[in-house]
């Protein structure tokens, strides 16, 4: 599945962004994907994922990012949504979107975990 990661852009310390994953066939949900950030000179960390829609489309977070992260699909869409609220200058990185097939448990929650990954949209906070 080949993904494309968009929605990025320059943004205020406060604001909320919505970035979307779209995949490039309909078997996009047979796949649980996952998004990750990378900041300049930091490795690529998790941010959320989402299981594939036969498994419920469950959602995974980490402890920094509940109450400010929600991952949702649209199937008809063949795209996964990552909205971010109340962002801060911390929260500047590129962000990908990665997917794999994991048949159960949680998307992964480690690069490793991923097979096919998109191309990333740099999101920029200014305060």
């Known amino acids: 599945v080949q993904l494309q990661a968009s929605g990025g852009g320059l943004v205020q310390a406060g604001d909320s962004l919505r970035l979307s994953c779209a995949a490039s066939?309909?078997?996009?949900?047979?796949?649980?994907i996952g998004w990750f950030r990378q900041a300049p000179g930091k490795e690529r960390e998790f941010v959320g994922g989402?299981?594939?829609?036969?498994?419920?489309?469950?959602?995974y977070y980490p402890g920094s990012a509940k109450g400010r992260v929600t991952l949702s699909r649209d199937n008809a869409k063949n795209t996964v949504y990552l909205q971010m609220n109340s962002l801060s200058p911390e929260d500047t990185a590129v962000y990908y979107c990665?997917?794999?097939?994991?048949?159960?448990?949680?998307?992964?929650?480690?690069?490793?975990?991923?097979?096919?990954w998109g191309q990333g949209t740099q999101v920029t906070v200014s305060s």
């Open positions: 989402i299981r594939r829609s036969g498994s419920g489309g469950k959602t």
């Open positions: 066939d309909r078997t996009f949900t047979n796949y649980n």
């Open positions: 990665a997917a794999n097939r994991r048949p159960s448990g949680s998307p992964g929650y480690s690069i490793y975990d991923y097979d096919y």
